[in-house]
């Protein structure tokens, strides 16, 4: 299939799909209609049109028009404008936000020379900014999958598929448009996409894109670290991070994002460490399904664990006490993991404080068992060491008894905190030599 051709155009009138404007969010109907009305072309595109052949409910609705953002914005006072690469008009409608593209060209042309209208790529293929605009045809063949490339015409509740999207959509295939060596040198994002949309819809990769992925895998160190961050956040944290995960592991492009825990997870005598990513990445899946809060904090806490571990045992070799070993481990590892993804402060301070606190759950008396319930870090600090108990690395009844303080009245839990005797606290001298350690680690 040629990008420049037109003619591969399949109209799907209204009476032969399933799309119903009653799906549709009502604000973005209104920016629909309000293009159209305006004498510009108008369609809900992508993801939205592709979840509703589905009979899935959309989490977005995106539009892509004829008009130019300025122009867009000209149509909408509460219309911001954004992006370099990209630049695209968000409408905002209280917290719903619906995005408004234009048309973008299939290829740049060397005669134009437009200030807004200009695509810059790297020597690799890779585009860095791409403001051309065009054709809706050619902005079909400027999308990454045929099943995002299927538009939805308000103007008579038609699709239109200018790439076979609502066949493989409805066969359950994921194939690139195009060429897709080509496609995924241009944006290497791309690969992790496939990996995305793959897990989340249960399709099956066309044979053309599953070998592509296969060898062209190590371009994704070339995408910047904060870019790939927002990319995992959508790879893990959309309710489908299990099969994501083991979908990358299986086109090698797990180990480029995340060097430090392939290692562990390639090292046959570390199972255990295998258990706990699996488990984690399961639990936040379900997490997600129930409407319960997730914390990337928490996951990339998992999955540096087994490094974090092994460093401050180094560490702890060499004297330091555990707490601080904790600490500087965790600083040391999130510093090398900078180097593919971006950590945000957000993330590592929390994660040094909750991986701090896993040796004091041993410490089962005296006032800091209350101060550990109050912890900002307590819960993610205690579901991190239920993972460690489930994969046996911490004692089943370090578990037990601090799941079961946590349904006390708070008197009750004082009292507990003062009882004497447990297998955890230790000798009177082994805690008064603890003490001032602890402070350290704190």
Known sequence: MDPGVTDNLSIISRPDHNVSRSSISRNALKVLYRLKDAGFQSFLVGGGVRDLLLGREPKDFDIVTDAHPEQVRGLFRNC??????????????????????????????????????????SDSGRIIRDNLYGSIDEDAWRRDFTANALYYNIADFSIWDYVGGVEDVRAGVLRVIGNPETRFREDPVRMLRAMRFAAKLGFRMHADTERA??????????????????????????????QSFELLRQHHLFGCLFPLTEQALDDPAKPEFRHMVTHALEDTDARVAAGKPVTPTYLFAVLLWDAIRQRADELAAEDVNEYQAL?????EACR??????????????????????QPRFRMQQGPR????????????????????VAAGAEAAEVGTWWTEIQTLEPHEQAAKARARGGSHRGSRSGRARRRPRARQGT
Request: no cysteine; hydrophobic share 50%.
């Open 369 to 388: 068992v209350l101060r550990m319930l109050n912890h900002p870090s307590f819960r993610a600090a205690y579901d991190f060491m239920l993972l460690r």
């Open 327 to 331: 600490h500087l481990a965790a600083e």
């Open 80 to 121: 911001r404008l954004i992006g370099r690469r990209f630049r695209l008009a968000h409408v905002f409608f209280g917290p719903e936000v619906v995005e408004v593209a234009t048309f973008r060209a299939a290829a740049a042309d060397e005669d134009d020379d437009e200030d807004d209208a200009t695509r810059l790529m």
């Open 213 to 242: 992925v296969d060898e062209l895998a190590p371009l994704v160190a070339e995408v910047s670290p904060s870019r790939l961050l927002d990319e995992i956040l959508k790879l893990f944290f959309s309710g489908h991070a299990a």
């Open 336 to 357: 090398r993991q900078q180097a593919t993804v971006a950590l945000p402060r957000r993330f590592v301070q929390p994660m040094r404080d909750m991986l701090a606190m």
